[in-house]
């Protein structure tokens, strides 16, 4: 089934304040997520309240199930802060247990085809755009709506994020991002090193690699796309603000080792 929205995130009316990462990609202003893997609603709760924009639950990599997805995702919207949901792939159960969650956007690992993005356009839409169903209070309630006024503004409020990942993606890209109702493209810069450069610590300055990221970025701008990719630390997300137009700044198990592990060593060294 083509979907062809004529209203997308991109070009919506719609007003929500709760939308938190929509509003600040619609105003130009760099939104800020993070990763979580921890399943825990005071986790979700704490890191909601860190200043982010955005927390992206992971349930692709993340120790995370349905019922703490749930959860996560009732705390960081009740916060303020919008919720991202990484699904575990795109088949259409996935999205379809995700999006009644209550989440501001699916993120979705390995688009490799503009087939692969079609079909999650096609069940992430209500119809007639698409063929997700409806049948849960729980969407509505995340963003702070009556369900009746949810199902009018879903098609184009939701943030529908591809991530390219791997070479297939990269030379399907231009492809990818011209599918009607795919909003954003997220960079996995390392499983795209890995897939680009074999298993090697990637240093990030390969000139493979930088290229893949600029045809990346290149194909989101040409065809009107949200572009957005994965870095360490703060002043990489600085540097990075200046080409994407969102950041995913770490994860919480690398910013909890990585944190701890300094404040040891001033210790014991």
Same mark, same amino acid.
Request: neutral net charge; hydrophobic residues 40%.
């Given at each position: /089934? %083509?979907?062809s929205p004529t209203t997308t995130a991109h070009t919506t009316t719609v007003q929500n304040p709760r939308l938190r990462v929509l509003n600040k990609l619609r105003a130009k202003e !760099?939104?800020? /997520? !993070?990763? *979580?893997a921890i399943p825990s609603v005071r986790h979700a709760q704490i890191i909601a =309240? !860190? +200043?982010?924009d955005g927390v992206i639950v992971d349930c692709e990599h993340g120790h995370i199930g349905d019922e703490q997805m749930h959860n996560s995702v009732s705390a960081i919207s009740a916060l303020g802060v919008s919720p991202i949901i990484r699904v575990r792939g795109p088949a259409p159960e @996935?999205? $379809?247990? %995700?999006?009644? &969650?209550?989440?501001?956007g699916l993120m979705i690992p /390995? *688009? @490799? &085809?503009?087939?692969?993005?079609q079909s999650v356009v096609t069940y992430s839409k209500f119809p007639p755009l698409g063929l997700r169903g409806q049948g849960s209070a729980f969407p509505a309630i995340g963003h702070g709506l009556t369900t009746p006024e949810y199902m009018k503004s879903a098609n184009e409020t939701l943030l529908t *994020?591809?991530? *390219?990942? &791997? $070479?297939q993606g990269v030379e399907n890209v231009e492809e990818i991002a011209a599918v009607p109702g795919v909003d954003y493209l997220f960079i996995g810069p390392n499983d795209l090193?890995?897939? =680009?450069? +074999?298993?090697? #610590? %990637? $240093? +990030?300055?390969? #000139?493979?690699f930088l290229e893949a990221i600029d045809k990346i970025v290149a %194909?989101?701008?040409k065809h009107g796309k949200w572009i957005g990719r994965l870095v360490n630390d703060g002043p990489q997300a600085a540097k990075a603000a200046k080409t994407f137009d969102s950041l995913a700044i770490t994860g919480d198990t690398k910013a909890i080792t990585n944190w701890y592990t300094e404040q040891i060593k001033c210790v014991r060294e």
């Amino acid at each position: /089934m %083509a979907v062809s929205p004529t209203t997308t995130a991109h070009t919506t009316t719609v007003q929500n304040p709760r939308l938190r990462v929509l509003n600040k990609l619609r105003a130009k202003e !760099t939104a800020l /997520m !993070t990763f *979580i893997a921890i399943p825990s609603v005071r986790h979700a709760q704490i890191i909601a =309240l !860190t +200043g982010l924009d955005g927390v992206i639950v992971d349930c692709e990599h993340g120790h995370i199930g349905d019922e703490q997805m749930h959860n996560s995702v009732s705390a960081i919207s009740a916060l303020g802060v919008s919720p991202i949901i990484r699904v575990r792939g795109p088949a259409p159960e @996935n999205l $379809k247990r %995700a999006l009644d &969650t209550g989440a501001h956007g699916l993120m979705i690992p /390995m *688009i @490799n &085809t503009a087939e692969e993005a079609q079909s999650v356009v096609t069940y992430s839409k209500f119809p007639p755009l698409g063929l997700r169903g409806q049948g849960s209070a729980f969407p509505a309630i995340g963003h702070g709506l009556t369900t009746p006024e949810y199902m009018k503004s879903a098609n184009e409020t939701l943030l529908t *994020i591809v991530q *390219i990942e &791997t $070479k297939q993606g990269v030379e399907n890209v231009e492809e990818i991002a011209a599918v009607p109702g795919v909003d954003y493209l997220f960079i996995g810069p390392n499983d795209l090193a890995q897939s =680009l450069l +074999g298993y090697a #610590p %990637a $240093k +990030g300055d390969e #000139p493979v690699f930088l290229e893949a990221i600029d045809k990346i970025v290149a %194909a989101a701008r040409k065809h009107g796309k949200w572009i957005g990719r994965l870095v360490n630390d703060g002043p990489q997300a600085a540097k990075a603000a200046k080409t994407f137009d969102s950041l995913a700044i770490t994860g919480d198990t690398k910013a909890i080792t990585n944190w701890y592990t300094e404040q040891i060593k001033c210790v014991r060294e």
